[in-house]
């Protein structure tokens, strides 16, 4: 499943503009005088500043196909490029690719690139870096959970230096939206990807380079001039290290970052002060991502659907909405939003329900023997390690609900609290039996990564190790479906199983909230949310906070 990471919208013409217009009046000789009139728009004199910002954790790996954490992601960003990518209405257009052509069967797709876009160290991007990036997804030696799309194609053929045809081995409804993964350079990237200095020195076509990487502390970002949508405004980007977000929200404060998520918490009740108000915007919306719990399928007893779906009876989703979240979010069923297309209306919900858990708890065997309120499993007590990520203050909240929800039927539960990379390294090991997470979902509904069987292999997404004969079916035929009404049908299907298995307990989808520094102008709240121009923000200069000197 691809990160819909909101990749940012790049575009912004910065030099200055001559435009002729040429007028013509008759005189009285019949005689023609072409009176050319010169207009001239004045160049853009804002540039500078910069943006600082914190996140939880700091990244593990800069080549974005082989990270799988969101601090990665938030970097890289902002350094590469995609062939296409989603504009502010959410509609997919050209990025590094100018135009394309689809065949008529759906089987081939041919790019025209964009001529003279360049790699941050000056060579020239082409249609050879397409074929590279494929051959880089594909390859046995790339350590990427993102290459599924990329194994359905037959063959990359490179037209000239800038048209590339992609034809593949049958027709794919996400074929067109899965070049709106990065692109990698063919000069730089050599050898092993695994050994490659680019994991912490990349280099991409985006409209930032990294500048500097302090561990544990920050990376700076500084604008790519040569950009080929133009320069960018804002000249730096500081991504900070700062694991809890309520010391990020001190910072936020105190002026030292500049934007940043805060949790519903925060925005109900810390934002009605003058000092918040006067210095800083609020932005909300429904965010593509919902929260959940996934089980470890390889461990007993979570293999068992009973048992899955007693736990799922026993939450309450409501009251985390209403006591977390402040009435701020969705109750989820399933891996679609709710006023999504492709959610299925006709879902059952497993509502909130203490004796139906118990029920299907005593239906799987489950019992206690010697009366001290806790069950029993195969003679030993039921205790289930429920683990979170350190600094994410909602998920521990949402952790100590949980657990006392699951003690009113009989099960204890332990929360650890793990640093992110080190979590992430449990989940990928198999070494846990239930953890709280989030995915961000893409716009197009494709779900194989997280659910298809075979990606539960090599670190796959689906690392909780679902497996669905019917699934990986309906999977699989979904991705070849164009017609919105019956590829609709396929994924309705799906989500009726997975409500009945219940491998994740779905929790909520959540709404993002903003905090934004009002000194950034250009700033316009669309479908895809804000930063997707992020390009065209801009600081007055009179309102620039950082003296960097810009050539």
């Known amino acids: 499943m691809k990160k819909n990471i909101l990749l940012v919208s790049l575009y912004l013409i910065i030099s200055t503009l001559f435009i002729s217009c040429k007028k013509t009046e008759e005189v009285a000789d019949n005689t023609t005088v072409i009176n050319e009139q010169k207009e001239v728009v004045e160049e853009f004199t804002d540039y500078g500043d910069a943006l600082s910002t914190g996140e939880i954790a700091e990244p593990i790996n800069l080549i974005p196909a082989m990270a799988a954490d969101s601090a990665s992601h938030n970097v890289t960003q902002y350094i590469y490029n995609g062939l296409v990518k989603y504009d502010k209405d959410l509609n997919l257009v050209g990025n590094l690719a100018e135009r394309w052509e689809v065949s008529d069967n759906n089987t081939v797709i041919t790019f025209y690139l964009r001529k003279g876009v360049k790699w941050h160290d000056g060579v020239e991007f082409t249609a050879d870096d397409v074929k590279f990036t494929y051959e880089f997804m594909i390859s046995d030696d790339t350590p990427t959970v993102y290459d599924s799309d990329f194994r359905t194609i037959e063959s990359v053929e490179v037209i000239d230096r800038y048209t590339v045809k992609i034809k593949y081995k049958e027709a794919f409804a996400t074929s067109l939206s899965s070049w709106s993964i990065w692109m990698m350079p063919n000069h730089a990237l050599t050898g092993k990807p695994s050994k490659s200095p680019l994991q912490r020195k990349p280099i991409g076509t985006g409209p930032y380079m990294l500048e500097s990487w302090t561990p544990n502390k920050s990376v700076v970002l500084t604008s790519f001039h040569d950009y080929f949508e133009g320069r960018p405004k804002i000249e730096k980007i500081f991504i900070r290290t700062i694991p809890n977000q309520t010391t990020q929200f001190m910072e936020l404060l105190n002026g030292s970052i500049d934007i940043m998520g805060m949790n519903a918490k925060q925005e109900a009740l810390d934002t009605n002060t003058p000092k918040y108000q006067n210095n800083y915007n609020t932005y909300s919306y429904l965010d593509f991502s919902y929260t959940y719990i996934g089980y470890n399928l390889r461990r007993a007893p979570f293999n068992n659907k009973l048992i899955r779906q007693a736990l799922t009876y026993a939450v309450n989703k409501q009251s985390i909405i209403d006591g977390i979240l402040y009435g701020k979010g969705y109750v989820a069923e399933g891996p679609y939003q709710p006023n999504s297309i492709w959610y299925n209306q006709n879902l059952v919900p497993m509502s909130y329900n203490i004796e139906k858990a118990k029920s299907l708890l005593a239906e799987a065997g489950l019992k206690d023997s010697d009366g001290d309120g806790i069950l029993e499993y195969n003679g030993k007590k039921f205790t289930i390690e429920l683990m979170i990520n350190q600094g994410n203050e909602v998920r521990a909240q949402v952790a100590e609900i949980v657990q006392q929800s699951w003690s009113k039927i009989g099960i204890d539960v332990q929360i650890r609290s793990l640093e992110w990379a080190t979590m992430l390294s449990a989940t990928r090991q198999g070494a846990f039996d239930a953890v709280i997470l989030g995915w961000s979902t893409p716009l197009d509904p494709d779900q194989y990564d997280i659910w298809a069987s075979e990606r539960c292999k090599d670190n796959g997404q689906n690392f909780i190790c679902y497996s669905n004969e019917e699934v ?80």
């Open 472 to 551: 990986d079916y309906l999977l699989t035929e979904a991705k070849k479906e164009f017609n919105t009404e019956k590829r609709k049908a396929y994924y309705d299907r799906v989500q009726e199983i997975l409500s009945d298995e219940q491998p994740y307990t779905f929790l909520y989808f959540p709404y993002v909230h903003i905090a934004l520094n009002k000194r950034f102008e250009n700033v316009k709240p669309e479908k895809a949310g804000i930063t997707y121009n992020f390009i065209d923000w801009y600081v007055k200069k009179a309102n620039q906070k950082y003296s960097i000197l810009t050539q």
